[in-house]
């Protein structure tokens, strides 16, 4: 039987099979309170969340020029965010002139991003600190899967079309499938953005949709191309949309437009991530 959480944006379906919770809960994409997180299943697109989403600029824009003037943890604290901060990284080699040998050794690094004397001296060898992936062009996926054997360094593969995200869309679920079949674990993919300048947020989540689908079952990062955006509710409609869609991540952007990560699209993204989790019941095993 279906079963319907009505929360403050309308019902959201929660009725995910069991087996599927089972399978998640054993390639999770990290621990969140020692609970896995699970990959996002998504949810029916809801257009009177989107259309409500506000963001308040000046607020935002004083948030983040306050944030930064704000004390910051020290000593062990901030080595132990630090170390956190190259877990989480994608170490990234995009380039027109990439090569398989500079592809090795972007992950002889993510193999091993921490001098090993500065392991040493900090006591850390335990820890086995790597970071998080290795993004490359879909031509190098099977050499950086090679590369990074043995560790738990994934591979991610740029798709879609990157980085402006325009070739048709059929073109885009193939490239998708082929990066999996080559044996990425997570793929980034580029939105349409005219779909956020026309307000067209049924479209948006239908191509985000496909992609999610023809991602599985590796995990799907969105990429939102917030410096083309144009505004900060702009920004946090898109996120909202794309979380609806199935994305296991959203990202600001693909480095190569004009203005890329900012703080305060930071803030809102994180915020449209909270709220999408409270709202959909998403984050954590059930």
């Known amino acids: 039987m279906e079963m319907q959480r ?4 309308g019902p959201v379906n929660t009725d995910i099979p069991a087996d599927d919770q089972l399978q998640d809960s054993q390639n999770p994409h990290a621990l969140l309170a020692g609970r896995p997180l699970l990959s996002n299943r998504g949810i029916p697109l809801n257009l009177d969340w989107v259309r409500q989403a506000r963001v308040n600029t000046s607020a935002v824009e004083r948030r983040a020029q306050s944030h930064v003037a704000r004390r910051t943890v020290k000593k062990d604290w901030q080595a132990a965010w630090l170390l956190r901060a190259i877990s989480c990284m994608d170490l990234t080699t995009l380039s027109g002139d990439d090569t398989d040998e500079r592809v090795r050794r972007l992950c002889a690094k ?5 001098q090993h004397d500065l392991v040493q001296q900090l006591g850390i060898i335990d820890l086995k600190i790597q970071v998080a992936a290795v993004c490359v062009y879909h031509r190098f996926v099977e050499t950086a899967r090679r590369a990074v054997e043995g560790s738990s360094v994934r591979v991610a593969a ?3 079309g990157f980085p402006a995200g325009l070739s048709p869309l059929p073109e885009r679920v193939a490239e998708i499938r082929r990066s ?3 044996g990425a674990d997570e793929i980034d993919v580029v939105i349409t953005r005219a779909h956020v300048f026309g307000g067209r947020w049924q479209e948006l989540y239908d191509e985000i949709a496909a992609f999610k689908q023809a991602s599985a079952p590796a995990h799907m990062k969105v990429i939102l191309g917030t410096g ?3 505004t900060l509710r702009n920004v946090a409609r898109a996120s909202l949309v794309a979380m609806m869609a199935g994305a296991d991540f959203i990202k600001t952007s693909t480095g190569k437009e004009t203005t890329n990560a900012t703080l305060p699209v930071g803030f809102v993204m994180t915020r449209a991530i909270r709220e999408y989790a409270q709202e959909s019941h998403w984050i954590g095993s059930p």
Do not use: G, M
């Open 180 to 182: 999996v079949e080559a």
């Open 158 to 160: 740029v798709s879609t």
């Open 6 to 9: 009505n929360r403050r944006y």
């Open 228 to 230: 083309d955006l144009l």
């Open 110 to 114: 993510a193999r091993q991003p921490i």
